[in-house]
């Protein structure tokens, strides 16, 4: 299966925006999902088709996806959304594949 | 709501086997197939494969073929996965997700929503 590839960390400044990119082969060509999981906790769909956003999700998580890149964006980045992220997508094979996680700091 | 309300922790010893319950509440079970992941700890989230709750069909990730068994009861609108032969390394938290996805012209589209709370099956002699 086809692997997805993030960044380990990332750091912002509250009120600035975090972008978690998130690359694969042809990644532009399927969907891509991100989740929040934050400590003992499960993972939480934030994004899903590329752009959408589930019902209670705030305004501020946007995503995109062009290329072999999946970007998710966070405006306004508060202290409450320090928490791993995880992209995922299927591949050709139709197995789910998840990237490694990115850890966001707000500091 | 919508919920995904699994079994408790399990302590196996090398060799056995574990069945971990996801009991689906709140939407029509047999509408969304039920996924299975992994994470062990610190690290991050591993596929391992879904269950049709509606046909019984699975598909199994390469790496659990031969080793896991998705099932469900759709009376009790439970679903099931038994993995066998347990190993140090399958020491994890196994969660059970819904498929909120679809599938057209044999492509897949999948994103998860909700997960389970998790099940922490620990292996040690």
């Known amino acids: 299966s086809s692997e997805l590839t993030q960044p380990p960390s990332v750091s912002v400044s509250p009120g600035q925006t975090a972008s978690i990119p998130c690359s694969g082969d042809k990644l532009g060509d399927k969907y891509a999902s991100w989740y929040q999981q934050k400590p003992g906790q499960s993972p939480l769909l934030v994004i899903y088709?590329?752009?959408k956003r589930p019902s209670g999700i705030p305004e501020r998580f946007s995503g995109s996806n062009s290329g072999n890149t999946a970007t998710l964006t966070i405006s306004g980045t508060q202290a409450m959304d320090e928490a791993d992220y995880y992209c995922q997508a299927s591949d050709s094979s139709t197995e789910v594949v998840f990237g490694g996680g990115t850890k966001l700091t707000v500091l | 709501q919508v919920q995904l309300v699994q079994s408790g922790a399990e302590v196996k010893k090398p060799g056995a086997s574990v069945k971990v319950s996801c009991k689906a509440s709140g939407y029509t079970f047999t509408s969304y197939d039920i996924n299975w992941v992994r994470q062990t700890t610190g690290q991050g989230l591993e596929w391992m494969g879904w269950?049709?709750?509606?046909?019984?069909?699975?598909g199994y990730a390469q790496k659990f073929q031969g080793r896991v068994t998705m099932t469900r009861n759709t009376s009790t609108t439970t679903a099931y996965m038994e993995l066998s032969s347990l190993r140090s390394e399958d020491t994890a938290v196994y969660y059970c997700?819904?498929?909120?996805?679809?599938?057209?012209?044999?492509?897949?589209?999948?994103?998860?929503?909700?997960w389970g709370q998790g099940t922490l099956v620990t292996v040690s002699s």
């Open positions: 997700a819904r498929d909120s996805g679809f599938c057209t012209n044999g492509v897949c589209f999948n994103w998860f929503d909700p």
């Open positions: 269950m049709s709750p509606h046909s019984g069909n699975t």
């Open positions: 088709q590329d752009t």
